[in-house]
């Protein structure tokens, strides 16, 4: 395993607790001022609530209200004082819990103090006729002790339920996740050569893409094994005949004892690497051809200019031969598509021309529009190709047989791997009365 990979299993397991702890807390803070505010609330309302009885109270005689020996009934009662002031200055009566000195200055409503060192919060109110001021006090201590007791209610629960979450989420990732690790364990007991498609038939949606995508890419990492096997192959059969041929024209060349024949073998062995250089070089483009990669390469061309230029490079070739060779004029015809791949296919395709046409022969190459489409067609004087062959030359090294001229029997192939890369249809015809061979390549919009 890489230093850098992760566990996506742990990733999983501390987002969703992490988010589960996070929304809890933000609901238990939230929780907490809510509580805290409705507390308050209610613990003023008793307040107002204790002032208004002791209020009730004021018609007997002050001295026969109790105050100070008043059960304490609760365990909370000591943080509760009440106060009765006659005329907000003499004090009548107090509980035991009340300080000496007024719990507040404010005659009316509520008010926060601070007495010997403590917070209170204190209710103020006057008798109707205001002969008596009530106060009633609640120490703050006691209000932050039943808060305290609040958020531990709130956040207790977190330890204990958090570790639950943990296993019960850490069960369900790893349930979840096992088809990925299923998924691993299949890639991992594959065997080496073993491109097949892997099985996607128990995978859920989620990891599906993957399967299709991995499958996809055996099939293209398969097909471009196949291409090198057949292209070492191909090289490997073609290449065998031309060496031989030149270790025999360089062992005749060696010992042959007059300098006319030795002139004559050197001058084979020469022609033999032309067509050894002429074969390696079309294998090399055809195997250049095998990846799938035209698409973001391709680009407006003109089949028109293209042409002119395949032309007048072959041209000094069909001159050696005596052979007319000729475009036809006519206008611009824009194609998308790789430039250099067209002039490839050009090149081949005036070159077959060239090589099968008799001495005095004419090959004419035209450019035409058909539609929106154009169309390229070379015309050869040369021996044609039967008709029920014509569906086999476009493969690799097959040669007509009777055919003189030395040859690889790639050059069709080529041609029609470009075709198929450019969306582009192949139709092999007879020439003009029924002599010679007229390829044309139509290459829609």
Request: with cysteine.
């Amino acid at each position: 395993m890489s230093a850098h990979a992760y566990s996506l299993k742990r990733r999983l397991l501390l987002a969703l607790l992490g988010g589960i702890a996070l929304v809890w807390l933000a609901t238990a803070v939230f929780s907490y001022f809510d509580a805290r505010h409705e507390l308050d609330e209610l613990l003023d309302a008793h307040l107002a609530q204790s002032v208004s009885l002791l209020l009730a109270q004021t018609g007997r005689e002050a001295e026969e209200i109790d105050t100070e020996h008043m059960p304490q009934l609760h365990k909370r009662a000591r943080s509760v004082a009440i106060q009765m002031w006659e005329k907000g200055k003499i004090l009548r009566l107090h509980s035991v819990s009340a300080p000496a000195e007024r719990l507040s200055a404010k005659d009316e409503g509520f008010s926060d103090t601070k007495v010997a060192g403590e917070r209170w919060r204190v209710f103020s109110a006057w008798d109707a006729e205001r002969n008596y001021l009530v106060q009633v006090g609640e120490r703050y201590e006691k209000r932050e002790e039943i808060a305290a007791d609040l958020v531990k209610n709130l956040l207790l629960p977190l330890l204990f339920a958090l570790p639950l979450l943990g296993l019960l989420v850490w069960f369900t990732v790893s349930h979840g996740l096992q088809p990925l690790a299923a998924l691993g364990r299949q890639v991992a007991g594959r065997d080496p050569g073993n491109l097949g498609s892997l099985d996607a038939g128990a995978v859920p949606a989620e990891v599906l893409p993957l399967v299709e995508n991995l499958n996809r890419l055996f099939e293209r990492v398969a097909q471009l094994i196949d291409n090198e096997r057949r292209f070492t192959a191909d090289a490997s059969h073609e290449l065998r005949t031309p060496l031989a041929a030149l270790k025999t024209q360089a062992q005749v060349a060696l010992a042959s004892s007059s300098d006319a024949e030795r002139s004559h073998a050197l001058e084979n062995v020469i022609t033999g690497c032309d067509r050894a250089a002429h074969l390696v070089q079309q294998l090399l483009t055809l195997a250049r051809l095998d990846p799938d990669e035209l698409g973001s390469k391709a680009e407006i061309c003109d089949l028109q200019a293209l042409a002119g230029g395949s032309v007048a490079e072959l041209a000094p070739y069909a001159l050696s031969k005596k052979i007319e060779i000729d475009l036809a004029e006519g206008a611009a015809a824009e194609i998308k598509g790789h430039a250099g791949l067209i002039a490839i296919l050009l090149r081949n395709l005036i070159d077959n021309a060239i090589r099968y046409s008799p001495e005095g022969g004419s090959v004419h190459v035209r450019v035409a529009r058909d539609g929106q489409a154009a169309t390229l067609t070379v015309t050869d004087q040369g021996p044609g190709i039967p008709a029920d062959e014509r569906d086999k030359v476009g493969q690799r090294f097959y040669r007509v047989l009777g055919t003189e001229e030395y040859g690889s029997g790639l050059g069709l192939s080529i041609v029609k791997r470009i075709a198929e890369l450019h969306g582009a249809s192949l139709s092999l015809e007879n020439g003009p009365q029924g002599r010679g061979l007229s390829v044309t390549a139509r290459f829609a919009p």
